[in-house]
């Protein structure tokens, strides 16, 4: 996918002007503190929302214009934007983040890649530290939603082995059409290396 051209044309239907319903339920009954890693961050409205609460979030994407959009917006905490790929995470970025933030990165990638994508979040987290994402579950013929759904025996299979579950539930706040189609998920890195997971 030519994520670049996809911002130069303003053919951009998951942007929608404000952050993740999921994400802002999530942040009004919850804490999160430390260095937060939001790969694939579009404009960076989840990234400045997480600034708001007090974390210390970066947002990556690999598409120019979407980091200099959202670089461009006026500062609300500590956050920053880089231009990196989340499969290819800057050597400096390695086990640097308390926390990693999914929305819609993971529903966006081509379904093969899901396991590359595990491996991208071990590589980014702390040991121990946790991944929040918001699943898409269902994109059934929303034109303007994610491309790839994914079922819970799917993450399953992929997130369990590395990741220890500590919360799930089915939002109840979504944007308009995803009533009931996400999924929000709380994980921890269970406290081994990346590189140790590999081999097992």
Known sequence: ????????????PWEKGAPAPPLVEWLSR????????????????????LARAGAEPIGLDVAPSAINFADSQPRVG????????????????????????????????EPDRRVDYVTAALAALKPGGRLLAIFYLDPGNDE???PYGVARDELDALFAKSFE????????????????????????RRDQSPAASRRK
């Open 144 to 146: 303007k939603g994610p």
């Open 78 to 109: 500590p956050e920053r934007y880089r231009l990196a790929d989340f499969f290819e995470l800057p050597p400096e970025l390695a086990e640097a983040f308390d926390w990693v933030f999914e929305h819609t990165c993971f529903c966006a990638i």
């Open 165 to 188: 579950m500590l919360e799930e539930y089915v939002p109840t706040r979504a944007f308009p059409g995803r009533e009931g189609r996400e999924l929000v998920r709380l994980l921890r």
């Open 1 to 12: 996918m030519d994520w670049e051209s996809r911002y130069l044309t303003g053919d951009t």
């Open 30 to 49: 919850n804490e999160i503190r430390g260095h937060v890693l939001v790969p694939g961050c579009g404009s960076g409205h989840e990234v400045r929302e």
